[in-house]
């Protein structure tokens, strides 16, 4: 029930009546809507990146103040203690260099997900995707996002003959309404099979 029709690229059908922003999230985050359908969960959003510099700064201060007080030690003569302040002082400069940095792109990428969790979670019932639907379903959907389609690509309708505003609400309507009830007949017929299957 995964494999998605040829030259379709995983369509997420939504309730028109969500706002547009979610809509357009929703159908832009396919691959994500079907790993948060199939159970998968974001990581937790992790501490405050400005904590972490602060960290880094507080850590690398430390490590330079260790390292002057080893020099002072040093032109003391007390070569010992200077070994083991200037040890600190390395120890804590590779800590600061070697501590993971999440990169802006890769924070931006969990931030995406995050917020589609929980549109998806939120939004539960109000989209549909191809993954919920199965074989015969997802064949009858393509054909009436394809009627729907052509209707508003077609000349006449860019043309005004058609009725292009109430055609701009009424379509995406009738496509969902299609949509919600194939996911119903095809989670039913799922039922069905597995009730098949235990004699």
Known sequence: MT???????????????????VADLLRANHALLARVHGGWR???????????????????????VLALYGLALFAAGRYTSFAMT???????TVAVLLRP?????????????REVHQ??????GRYVLDEQLDEPARALLARAGTAVEQVM???????????????????????????????????????????????
Do not use: C, F, Y
């Not at 990169?103 to 931030?111: G, K, L, P, V």
């Open 3 to 21: 494999d998605i029709l040829p030259g379709r690229h995983g369509k997420v059908v939504v309730d028109p009546a969500l706002s547009r922003e």
């Open 153 to 199: 690509a077609s000349r006449i309708n860019a043309e005004g003959l058609l009725d292009d505003v109430r055609n701009a609400v009424m379509l995406p309507a009738q496509e969902w309404e299609i949509a919600r009830l194939l996911a119903k007949l095809s989670a039913l017929r799922a039922e069905h099979q597995e009730v098949i299957a235990e004699g």
């Open 119 to 124: 549109h998806a979670r939120g939004h539960e």
């Open 42 to 64: 974001p990581p937790p959003k992790g501490a405050d990146p400005t904590l972490g510099l602060a960290v880094s700064v507080g850590a690398g201060v430390v490590a330079a």
């Open 86 to 92: 200037m040890t600190g002082a390395a120890v804590l």
């Open 101 to 113: 940095r999440t990169d802006a792109a890769t924070e931006r990428r969990r931030a995406l997900e």
